[in-house]
């Protein structure tokens, strides 16, 4: 009789999906926990994302959005219309500068341009909604600051 030494293994299941071993953080993982652990910290994320979405808009909404109007340049040249009207009227010798018309005039006009200013600020105030500052009030120039000095200005020079 002859002997025959004969080796029997085991039978092992082969499976679809290679099984792997990974080295993180020290510990040996397999890849199913990997994408566990990414699944997780994905999850958590949209979770935090879902959860802070309606807060971030809030925030937004309630922002005070800030305008300006140079009301500076718009007296300075209202000035200078009055002034050239002045002088154009007493070259055309029509006009007396001695009697109390250029006063009348000068406020008339005055009392005009201030009525329509304002007026123009307030529609501009509830139709963005924003704080409309005098842009001399201003330190910096820079930000996202609307300036609706030329509406104003065609407002009142209309």
């Known amino acids: 009789m002859s002997e025959q030494s004969q080796t029997i293994e085991p039978e092992v299941e082969k499976t679809s999906v290679p099984v792997t071993a990974k080295k993180v953080s ?32 809030i925030l937004k909404k309630n922002q005070i959005s800030i305008a300006v109007v140079d009301v500076q340049s718009l007296l300075l040249e209202h000035e200078k219309k009055i002034t050239q009207e002045l002088y154009a009227k007493s070259a055309s010798g029509n006009f007396d500068p001695q009697s109390g018309a250029i006063t009348n ?9 201030v009525e329509r200013m304002e007026k123009e600020i307030v529609t501009i105030n509830e139709s963005c909604g924003c704080v409309i500052l005098n842009k001399a009030t201003l330190l910096t120039k820079d930000g996202k600051v609307t300036d609706y000095t030329q509406r104003v200005r065609d407002a009142i020079y209309k």
């Open 26 to 57: 020290g510990v040996v993982k397999t890849e199913s926990q990997v994408m566990k652990i990414a699944k997780f910290v994905i999850g958590v994320a949209l979770v935090s994302l879902l959860i802070n979405m309606p807060a971030f808009w």
């Open 105 to 113: 005039l000068v406020e008339a006009q005055t009392k005009k341009f």
